[in-house]
Each structure stands twice: as C-alpha cells, then as structure tokens.
C-alpha cells in the first residue's frame, strides 16, 4: 500500500512540475535561428585561402623557376661586385671552360604555408609568404658544380582604408623580406677544396640580392590578388581591421 501511494504521490509533483514549465513564457528572441546557430565562418582561413590560390594561379611557381640567378651574379648584381668577372676568372684555371658556360637553373619551386599576424592595436594584418627553391651550377662540361637550397619570408602588411565615397577596402602597405629569414644552405659540392670559395662567393651575393628580387616580383602579385578576392571576404577583413577587432587567429 505504501508502494502504491508512493507512486500516486510522484505522478502528481510530475504533473505539478510539467504545468509550470508550460506557464513560463518564452522570449522569441531567445531561440537561435538556423543561421545564427551555425558556426560563423573562419576569416583569416579563408583569407590565406585566397591568397595561396590566387599567388598559385597568378604562376608564381613558373616566376620563381624564372628568376634571373645568373645575372645576380654578374658585375654589378651586387655590393660584392658579382661572381662573374670576380671569382670565375680565378677558377678557370682549376675548372676549364668555367667562365663563359656557367649555368645556374631553379628547381623545385616551392610556395610553403602563409601565415598570419594582426597587429597589437588590430588594425593590420602582416601576411608571411614563405618560399622555396633549389639552385643549381652547373657547366656545359663539367655537369653539376653545386647545388644550394634557398628559403625566404616575403611579410606584407594590409591595411584598411576608406576611400572618399566612405568606403572600406583591403592595400598593401609594407611589403619585405623578413629580416633574417633567408637560410641558404649547401645540398652538394663537386669537391670541397675546388668548390669551396665558389660556395661562399654565390651565397654571399645572393644574400645581397635575392631578397630585393623576390620582393620586386611578389609584391605586385598580391595587390593584383586583393583586387580579385571575394568582395565579401575583403570586406569582412577591412571591417574588422578598421574598427581594431580581433580575427581570432589560429595559433
């Protein structure tokens, strides 16, 4: 009987409970909305998306593969004086027919993962635009003399800036290389004592040079990007950036 009642009893505060949930009234305004219960769409990700594509499709492989090394390396590439006309003269004694066949070729492009900083007042985003490639010399005579890996940061700086309708749009400001981030290093020599102060000559002019180079053609490439991002995307950023809002980059 106990039992029984027991279970009447607990029905009822069931009951109780069941009635006041309905009496309480509810904010419509409370509810989220489909939209608003999806997650918001990551800016920086797509952001760096953007421009990865757009430096992979504007061929900045095929320009790096390009690039001008032999003529950094002649008089006047550099402070040093340049390699031909300086070193190669003393070499060919050593490596017949060194001066005037030199050869250098750029393998192995590569374009790393960008990264992506905002300033501390939050209103700038530096962009690291890491690269890569392989140096090759080499002669018509003697095949490879070495080989070098290069790397380097080129940091651009966006900025948000209202044009004179009022407008908020995505520039470059600053575009560089990151001080101290060009590591060149040495995959493979003929023979030490031959090659040696070749080594040294090449990766003391192309630390002269390399950098200006690469700035020269990289910079351009991401303004024409900006110009060509999703006009919602750039203005999203420039919103953010304008007003000092964080991005919430990913670490």
């Known amino acids: 009987m106990i039992q029984i009642w027991g279970l009447v009893l607990l029905c009822g505060l069931l009951t109780q409970s069941s009635a006041r949930l309905e009496a309480i009234p509810v904010d419509p ?3 989220l909305s489909p939209a608003q219960s999806l997650t918001p769409p990551d800016i920086s990700s797509s952001l760096l998306g953007g421009l990865t594509k757009g430096l992979l499709d504007l061929n900045l492989l095929g320009i790096l593969h390009d690039l001008p090394i032999l003529d950094m390396l002649k008089p006047g590439g550099g402070s040093s004086g ?10 060919t004694s050593i490596i017949p027919g060194l001066q005037n ?19 501390p007042d939050g209103h700038r985003l530096f962009v690291t635009i890491p690269l890569g490639m392989v140096l090759e010399l ?4 003697t095949g490879d003399l070495l080989k070098l890996d290069a790397k380097l940061n080129i940091i651009v700086e ?8 009022g407008k908020i749009h995505l520039q470059i400001g600053d575009c560089k290389q990151d001080p101290g981030s060009l590591k060149i ?7 030490p004592i ?3 102060e070749l080594v040294e000559t090449v990766t003391k002019t192309l630390f002269e040079t390399l950098p200006r180079v690469l700035q020269k053609e990289v910079c351009p490439l991401v303004n024409e990007i ?8 750039v203005h999203d950023v420039a919103e953010l950036l304008i007003h000092g809002y964080s991005l919430h980059l990913k670490l």
């Not at 340049?82 to 070499?91: H, Q, S």
């Not at 966006?158 to 309708?165: G, M, N, S």
């Not at 290093?185 to 023979?191: G, P």
């Open 29 to 31: 305004a409370s509810v």
């Open 101 to 119: 066949i030199l050869l250098i070729n750029v393998t192995n492009p590569v374009l790393l993962e960008l990264g992506l900083e905002q300033s």
């Open 82 to 91: 340049g390699l031909i006309g300086g070193l190669l003269p003393k070499l």
């Open 226 to 233: 900006l110009n060509g991002l999703d006009i919602t995307l």
């Open 194 to 196: 031959l090659v040696q």
């Open 158 to 165: 966006l900025i948000a800036v209202r044009d004179k309708d």
């Open 138 to 141: 080499k002669t018509l005579l």
């Open 185 to 191: 290093t040495l995959l493979e020599r003929v023979a």
